[in-house]
């Protein structure tokens, strides 16, 4: 199992490069809301995943990692 990440650390890890792959995953729906977690690889290999937050807040992340990601 990954080991937990905050967005912000991850963010910086992002910007840095860092991030080789991304995924979003969904938790599971609480009281009819979507709740999804992103789960990260390094180019060092290792694995990393945040914490379930509310699908419009951390797809947000996913798109920033993303522009990250050309940018380097």
């Known amino acids: 199992m ?3 990440i905050d ?3 991850l963010e910086g ?3 840095n490069g860092m991030v080789k792959e991304h995924t979003l995953v969904d938790c599971k729906e609480v009281g ?3 709740v999804s977690k992103l789960v990260v690889r390094l180019t060092t290999g290792e694995e990393y995943e945040t914490p379930c937050y509310e699908y419009p807040r951390i ?3 996913y798109v920033l990692l993303s522009k990250y990601k ?3």
Request: aromatic fraction near 0%; charge should be positive.
């Open 59 to 61: 797809s947000r992340v």
């Open 32 to 34: 009819g809301v979507r």
């Open 2 to 4: 990954p080991e937990e």
């Open 13 to 15: 890890l992002a910007i």
């Open 7 to 9: 967005i912000l650390k």
């Open 70 to 72: 050309t940018m380097t």
